[in-house]
């Protein structure tokens, strides 16, 4: 089997704010695109950590403030995947915030992101990128870079962590690298 294309993940590849800046929590419905889409990699493919783009899931980042979060109501990543219009979303678990969760469907440009009203405007909130996701169907060769425990989530959709050393060279296929890693840089071939 032969490699062609390459995706690098450095250690700032789960940006908690990568989409949109730190912003104070509203209590009425907020939409923000355009302009107001400040983070490095809102408005553009996720090309930064490597040859190939991959698909990203999306995150949502929380300060902690007492019954600040609306838990109900999902906050909506607008987007592109595959050249068509898609969208992912997810709910906040914690009114009192001190969270950072993760869309389980991911997006290759995110073009707006649509935060309910929350429950009260002394919290602060980032959006971000999270997981990086290849298909459950690629077969890839994983480099390590340092030696240590890299997490992935593998064709059958299970989480796994493998233990590298530095420069060790595994086959597999998986569908994603989780954002929860902590050992970089990894490197991923595809297929």
Known sequence: MSFRDACCITTGFAVDNDIKRAVAT??????YSGA???????????????????????????????????????VIFRGMLDGAVAWASVKLISSG???????????????????????LNTGNIRFGVGDAVFGPELPVRIVAGAAGVFKVR????????LSMT??????????????????????????
């Not at 509203?26 to 939409?31: D, E, F, K, R």
């Not at 869309?103 to 707006?112: F, G, H, K």
């Open 166 to 191: 530095a420069g060790e060279i595994e086959d597999l296929q998986i569908q994603r690298v989780l954002r929860s890693n902590a050992t970089f840089p990894l490197t991923v071939f595809f297929s």
């Open 97 to 119: 915030g001190g969270e950072t969760v993760g869309t389980s469907a991911p997006l290759e440009i995110v073009e707006s992101v649509e935060a309910p009203a929350m429950l």
């Open 154 to 161: 593998t064709a059958l959709g299970i989480d796994r962590d």
């Open 36 to 74: 107001a889409l400040d983070g490095p990699a809102s408005k553009v493919p996720f090309i930064q950590y490597g040859i190939k783009a991959p698909r990203r899931t999306l995150t949502v980042t929380t300060t902690a403030v007492v019954g600040a979060y609306n838990t109900t109501d999902p």
């Open 26 to 31: 509203s209590t009425s419905a907020q939409v």
